[in-house]
């Protein structure tokens, strides 16, 4: 059974720095392409970055380019979403998925087919 358990969400004041971690197990971790999205009640998901398999080239969504940076470490099967520069905007629950290809436009993420697994998310407030 393929897992996908986030973790480093919580309440962080604005112009601060959070770091997400995401566990998959049950799969094979290096045949997947790896993303965070977000989610605000009521609007749609979106995708904020992606890491592709092979080479690790990374794509950002416009709202966190030069603010996040996300990584993975293949041996334990983990991916990173580190975060700085925390706005209240950026106020959501944060889940890790696995895709087969980082869509993107140049160096900027645009998800358009559904990822393969889902986590279960982990809350980030950015608040005063």
């Known amino acids: 059974q393929v897992q996908l358990v986030e973790s480093g969400g919580g309440l962080v004041q604005p112009g601060g720095s959070l770091r997400l971690s995401c566990a998959v197990s049950g799969t094979t971790f290096d045949h997947y392409g790896m993303s965070w999205f977000r989610q605000v009640p009521g609007k749609e998901r979106e995708g904020v970055s992606c890491i592709s398999k092979g080479d690790g080239s990374t794509y950002y969504a416009e709202s966190v380019k030069g603010r996040f940076t996300i990584s993975r470490d293949n041996a334990k099967s983990v991916v990173s979403l580190q975060m700085h520069m925390l706005k209240p905007e950026d106020t959501a629950v944060y889940y890790c998925?696995?895709?087969?290809?980082?869509?993107?436009?140049?160096?900027?993420?645009?998800?358009?087919?559904?990822?393969?697994?889902w986590g279960q998310g982990t809350p980030v407030t950015v608040s005063s």
């Open positions: 998925a696995t895709v087969r290809v980082c869509e993107s436009r140049g160096s900027t993420y645009t998800p358009n087919n559904p990822p393969v697994h």
